[in-house]
């Protein structure tokens, strides 16, 4: 079985059903979430990036695969990668590490 998530920098607990309305929510608090598919090569260079900026700066965050969940692949399917930040659509396709590093130096924005 595939994980619908995959953790970085920590742990915590699957989503709860109903993932299409907490599409930019983390299961594990973290404020960054990426919607990534495998086999996506802007997914994998995208998180490259992601991954960078959040290790810089000790943030937590967390990839979802939209092909595990029927919701999330219906919203987001031909939109993938797409980032999130403190549950605020981020970016879509590519992200710029100064743009998610100067995001990411705001306090922490409630999670819609």
Known sequence: M???WIPRWGRGDAPSAGSE???????????VRVLSRVGCHLCDDLLVVVDEVCRRRQEAYDVTDVDDDPALRARYGD???????DGAQFATWRVDAAALDAALSQPRQGVR
């Open 21 to 31: 309305e907490h599409a930019g929510g983390t299961p594990t608090g973290a404020r």
């Open 2 to 4: 595939t994980p619908r």
């Open 79 to 85: 939109l993938v990668p797409v980032v999130f930040v």
